[in-house]
């Protein structure tokens, strides 16, 4: 027999229940191989039951690989990597046997929770989904709220310092201006004191009813008349 001559196919199916996942949920997985003699001799001498064997090898291969997945790839569609790892473990575990089979194809043909759980399933993917959901609104909410909370906090900011140089610099005339009347006082006492007492004197008497006597008048040239406040108003 040539080595390479015979092309016989064999297929498996079987189902696999409770399997157990990486993420400690479990699943139900029907599985289907498609194999064929790559080495008759191989297949005939080093073989007894070759179905037997590549059941018994893909359920090991395939548990293994299933205990390092995630659950939800597996039930939701997207199974290629666990195909193709179970595809390329179980050809190397039957290699190992010197079964002269080459593996085909390997197809999850169904992947669910078991009947028993799926309600509880569903409602924690449910909440998942929920949970997912409220932490990009709360995401969302805080991209949000931040760089208004932030540009508010500088506006505060920026007003505070324009609050500060404006009383700092309003002390600093002040401080001058009284710096700058103190050295004209230092320089000219007598006329410093003159001009203070007259401009307070205008302020004073700025808006206050006067009347003004000649104190040089003698005699006659001067009329009494009393209350003097009467005079200015008879003016008038």
Not at 17 to 37: K, P, Q, Y
Not at 167 to 189: I, P, Q, W
């Amino acid at each position: 027999m040539g080595g390479q001559e015979t092309r016989e196919i064999g297929t498996n199916t079987f189902t696999e229940t409770h399997m157990l996942t990486g993420d400690e949920n479990i699943v139900d997985i029907n599985l289907t191989i498609v194999w064929r003699v790559e080495n008759a001799k191989d297949y005939v001498f080093n073989m007894q039951s070759p179905d037997q064997t590549v059941r018994v090898a893909a359920q090991s291969v395939l548990r293994e690989i299933v205990g390092q997945s995630q659950m939800l790839p597996i039930i939701s569609g997207d199974r290629g990597k666990v195909e193709d790892e179970t595809k390329e473990e179980l050809q190397k575990v039957l290699d190992e046997f010197g079964a002269g089979i080459k593996v085909v194809r390997i197809k999850l043909q169904k992947a669910d929770p078991p009947k028993q759980v799926v309600d509880a399933f569903n409602e924690v993917q449910r909440a998942k989904a929920d949970m997912e959901r409220f932490k990009n609104e709360a995401e969302a909410y805080r991209n949000e709220i931040l760089p208004k909370s932030r540009g508010e906090a500088a506006q505060r900011l920026q007003n505070a310092e324009a609050y500060k140089q404006a009383v700092v610099s309003k002390a600093k005339g002040e401080a001058e201006r009284f710096l700058s009347v103190y050295d004209a006082y230092k320089n000219g006492k007598e006329v410093t004191t003159k001009r203070l007492y007259l401009e307070t004197m205008e302020n004073v008497l700025g808006n206050s009813d006067k009347v003004i006597i000649d104190s040089s008048a003698k005699g006659n040239n001067v009329i009494p008349y009393l209350p003097l406040d009467k005079l200015n108003k008879g003016a008038n």
